[in-house]
Nanobody
């Protein structure tokens, strides 16, 4: 069974930081492109960040550029999303997902999905 487990969410103040983790079981993450997505109440799921199989290419939504980064730790079979300077508009359930081809922010390109982890940014 191929599984992704997202974790690291929580409640933070505006301007704070969180690091989300996407850990794999049943397969090695270095064979896959990994994307992070988020969905706020009443909103469609949107792409946040993605990282290529090698880790040499990353992409971010305009709304998070300069604030979020994505990187791999292959030894831990984990991909991280570092979120800095968080804003209330970042509040959402965050999901990680995997595919075998290109770094993409389109959810329909991804084959495997983890459960969501809640991020709440509020004072």
């Amino acid at each position: 069974q191929l599984q992704l487990v997202a974790s690291g969410g929580g409640l933070v103040q505006p301007g704070g930081s969180l690091r989300l983790s996407c850990a794999a079981s049943g397969f090695s993450l270095d064979y896959y492109v990994i994307g992070w997505f988020r969905q706020a109440p009443g909103k469609e799921r949107e792409g946040v960040s993605c990282i290529s199989r090698s880790g040499g290419f990353t992409n971010h939504a305009d709304s998070v550029k300069g604030r979020f980064s994505i990187y791999r730790d292959n030894a831990k079979n984990t991909v991280y999303l570092q979120m800095n300077s968080l804003k209330p508009d970042d509040t959402a359930v965050y999901y990680c997902a995997a595919q075998s081809r290109l770094c993409s922010t389109n959810p329909r390109d991804y084959n495997y999905w983890g459960q969501g982890t809640q991020v709440t940014v509020s004072s």
